[in-house]
């Protein structure tokens, strides 16, 4: 029983890296941009329309305001992210897959950031004494302003090896095994 469950997980990966690749691209995109787009209204109404931190909870935060406080809901988006950067790696080629790899070792610090968060909120032990859980980064950089760094700074090399995939050299478009390519002009 446990043969087939490791050979259906096998299936599943190798669907998601070749015929369905590209929609499952498409999907993990559309989830990383609405969280990219909470961040920077969260940014917005701090920094444009002036609002106290506490009260700038972003666009789904105005109604749910415990998703902005909840380690939860953060580490779980941070493992969301490795796990799609993880399970759509093997369809990358080339200098799209180095592209890919850089965006992963990024989100896999910004995911133990989140994990030691979420450790301190379980714990009540908060790093260095502080009266809130804090990341290590975080002792240096305030956190709404940390955050939106990390997700950019993951989203950036996201974005340029999805580009170079859809765009491939011939050597990379040969080694491909989905058909997220543009056709060669």
Do not use: D
């Amino acid at each position: 029983m446990a043969t087939h469950t490791v050979s259906q997980s096998a299936g599943l990966l190798t669907a998601l890296n070749t015929r369905y690749h590209k929609p499952a691209l498409t999907l993990y995109l559309v989830v990383v941009l609405a969280h990219w787009a909470e961040h920077v209204a969260q940014a917005i109404q701090v920094y444009v329309l002036g609002w106290p931190l506490k009260e700038a909870r972003g666009v789904l935060g105005m109604p749910f305001p415990w998703l902005v406080s909840s380690e939860w809901m953060h580490y779980g988006y941070a493992l969301l992210m490795l796990i799609g950067l993880l399970m759509l790696r093997s369809g990358f080629t080339g200098r799209s897959r180095t592209w890919w790899n850089i965006s992963l070792g990024i989100q896999i610090w910004h995911h133990l950031e989140h994990l030691l968060l979420l450790l301190q909120a379980l714990t009540g032990n908060n790093l260095m004494g502080r009266p809130v859980p804090t990341s290590i980064i975080q002792l240096l950089v305030p956190r709404m302003e940390l955050h939106l760094f990390y997700n950019g700074l993951v989203f950036v090399p996201m974005v340029v090896a999805m580009l170079l995939h859809r765009g491939p050299r011939p050597a990379e478009r040969a080694a491909m095994r989905c058909s997220c390519a543009v056709s060669p002009a």
